[in-house]
C-alpha cells in the first residue's frame, strides 16, 4: 500500500525451486533426475507444482503450469480464464520489496496513517451507526472500535481501496519466489471468487491483493466473507458484508467476546491474525479504545 496515497485519502475524505525451465531439454540427464524425484515422492510428473521466478521472463509459461494446479484444485472456467488474462504486476513487485512503514516507532507508524483523523472520525462513525455496530457485536463478540479502526487503517473508510488489479497482483506475488507458498492459497483463491461472481479479473484492490472496505487477501475473503445484508451475493465493497467479514474473521481467529483487547489482555493476540506486524497491532489496540471511549 502507498501510505503517501493513503494519508492523501484519508484527509480528504475524512476532513487505504528454481526458476521454471522455459525450454524442455532434450538431453535426457535433466528430465530423468526430476522424473526421478517425483517418483520417488509418489507424484506423477503432470502433477508436480508450477515453480517460481523472479522477473516477468517466465510468468506466461508459470501461468500454464499453475493453471493446471488450479484446475486440480477446483477452480472452474472462468476463474481460469482470469487467470490467463492476467498481466505481471510490476508495480506489485516494487511495493513488496519496499514496505518500510513497519520498521517506523510506534509514533511515527501512527502519524503515518492519520491516526488521529481516525480516532475523531471512528467516533462519529460509531455514533451514526450505532445499531449496526451493536448487532455485529452481538453476533460476533467484536466491539465497534476494533472495527472501525481497521476500516480506517486500511481504506480511509472505504475513500481508497485500491487502484491495482486483485487477480494480478496476487497471481504476480504466487509466481514471484518471495513468499509464494504463502500467497497460493489466496491465488487460488482468488480464482475461485471469480467462479462465484465476487471479483472479476478487472476489480481493483492494493498492491497486494488485497480488496474492499477492510482489504481482505482473497483466500480470507473466500473462507470468511459474510452476506450481512442478506442479497445472496458477499460484496468486499459493501461496507456492511466488509465489516461483519472482518469481524467474523476475528472471531474464528479466537476473539473472545466481552475480553479486552490492549496488550496483556485475551484478545490482543487476536490482532496478530490480522496483521503481523507489531506496530500495526499496537496502533489497532490504541485507536479502538480511544474509539471505544
Known amino acids: 500500500m502507498i501510505f503517501q496515497l493513503f494519508r492523501r485519502s484519508l484527509s480528504q475524505s475524512v476532513t487505504a525451486n528454481t526458476r521454471k525451465e522455459t525450454a524442455h531439454r532434450r538431453a535426457g540427464g535433466w528430465l530423468t533426475t526430476t522424473l526421478s524425484a517425483a517418483l520417488l515422492c509418489g507424484l506423477p510428473y503432470a502433477a508436480m507444482a508450477a515453480t517460481c521466478g523472479n522477473t516477468s521472463a517466465g510468468f506466461d509459461s508459470w501461468k500454464r503450469d499453475f493453471a493446471a494446479e488450479a484446475k486440480r484444485a477446483g477452480v472452474r472456467q472462468a476463474g481460469l480464464n482470469a487467470l490467463a488474462n492476467t498481466t505481471y504486476a510490476r508495480r506489485t513487485i516494487a511495493a513488496d520489496r519496499n514496505q518500510k512503514s513497519f520498521r517506523y516507532s510506534l509514533e511515527k ?3 503515518i496513517r492519520g491516526a488521529n483523523t481516525i480516532i475523531a472520525q471512528g467516533r462519529k462513525r460509531k455514533a451514526r451507526n450505532a445499531e449496526f455496530f451493536a448487532a455485529l457485536e452481538r453476533k460476533y463478540g467484536v466491539p465497534a472500535g476494533i472495527l472501525i479502526a481497521i476500516h480506517g487503517m486500511e481504506t480511509a473508510f472505504g475513500n481508497y ?4 488489479q486483485v487477480v494480478s497482483a496476487i497471481v504476480t506475488l504466487t509466481y514471484d519466489c518471495r513468499r509464494s507458498e504463502f500467497f497460493k492459497p489466496h491465488a487460488l483463491g482468488a480464482l475461485k471468487l471469480v467462479d ?8 481493483k484492490g492494493a498492491k497486494h491483493g488485497e480488496l474492499g472496505h477492510t482489504q481482505f487477501l482473497p483466500g480470507n475473503a473466500l473462507n470468511y466473507g459474510v452476506d450481512w445484508d442478506g442479497n445472496g451475493r458477499v460484496d468486499f465493497y459493501n461496507m456492511g458484508d466488509a465489516l461483519a467479514s472482518t469481524a467474523y474473521f476475528l472471531r474464528k481467529k479466537g476473539w473472545k467476546p466481552g475480553r479486552g483487547y490492549q496488550q496483556g489482555e485475551p484478545n490482543y493476540k487476536v490482532l496478530k491474525q490480522w496483521n503481523a506486524a507489531t506496530v500495526y497491532q499496537q496502533s489497532l489496540a490504541i485507536m479502538g479504545r480511544k474509539i471505544d471511549g
Open 109 to 111: 507508524f501512527m502519524q
Open 196 to 203: 462465484r461472481g465476487a471479483i472479476t479479473g478487472a476489480t
Open 161 to 164: 481501496m485500491g487502484d491495482s
